[in-house]
């Protein structure tokens, strides 16, 4: 069963030039540790960043709630599972929402898929339950 649906669409341009205005100030308040050190890791860090600052922007609008009622930038990492696709580690504010949609009996799941083709950057989110108390 599908508890939520989030789409964003970012300037990868915008990202760039918002880390080049205020740096660590910006990317402490937005990603978490493990989300940075693979963008600095990338030769295309702004176009990692810009990917994963629209998978939040996303997986916020999947929760149903945006980025207020507690849920915030950092609740909501992007990993990768071992296939390598990327997936949401959802902490704080964003796991309580989650646990609050998700059915009794269900267990939820975060797909994710992420794209970018200069100068955009594009995710999409579907969080879903799957489990007994599914119908």
Known sequence: MILGVGSDIVDVRRIERTIERFGDRFLDRIFTA???AKAERRANRAETYAK????KEACSKA??????AG???RDMGVTNLPSGAPTMKLTGGALKRLQAITPKG?????DVTLTDEGP???ALVIISANGAGAP
Do not use: D, K, N, S
């Open 106 to 110: 269900c267990q939820a799941r975060i």
């Open 52 to 55: 994963r600052f629209a998978a």
């Open 71 to 73: 849920v915030f930038w």
């Open 63 to 68: 929760l149903g709630t945006g980025l207020r």
């Open 34 to 36: 493990t989300e940075r």
């Open 120 to 122: 955009m950057a594009q």
